[in-house]
């Protein structure tokens, strides 16, 4: 499965802020959106991705005083990016060796979408569940 497909199924929803957004805003918008990471654009361009990961760390490095500081200093900065035309097999292999959990889909450069590790594990159950019925047509007709 590529891609495209699995935000042609989840939709292309994506939630963004600000580099400036306090880290408690952020917090309020990831309770109020119920996602596991924002992405952080500042315009059209992507420059971070703010998770839960990065919250707990920011707390634990810089107690309560990390949420009035913006976002800007606990994102990740170093983001990594999926394609519309990648496989399933690409982003598990991608997100493994990176230790990531949302990667940010660009098309045409221009932000389209995001995919989860949860997005990903639905898909290879999907797959899976699909081969093995399959399978048993196959046995059964045998």
Avoid: N, W
């Avoid at 935000?7 to 929803?13: D, R, S, T």
């Avoid at 707390?59 to 913006?70: M, N, V, W």
């Avoid at 230790?99 to 660009?106: A, D, E, F």
């Amino acid at each position: 499965m590529l891609v495209a497909e699995i935000l042609k199924g989840k939709g292309q929803a994506v939630f963004t802020l600000s580099p400036d957004t306090s880290l408690s805003d952020a917090c309020a918008e990831l309770d109020r959106k119920r996602v596991g990471a924002l992405i952080v654009c500042r315009g059209d361009d992507v420059v971070g991705v703010l998770s839960e990961r990065d919250i707990v760390q920011a707390i634990s490095r810089d107690g309560a005083g990390a949420l009035s500081r913006p976002a800007s200093d606990y994102m990740t900065a170093d983001v990594i990016f999926a394609e519309p035309h990648e496989t399933v097999a690409v982003l598990m292999g991608r997100m493994t060796d990176r230790r990531v959990r949302h990667l940010p889909v660009l098309r045409d450069r221009q932000l389209a979408g995001v995919v989860s590790i949860g997005d990903v594990v639905k898909c290879q159950i999907a797959e899976a569940t699909q081969e093995a019925e399959s399978l048993r047509t196959y046995i059964a007709a045998g």
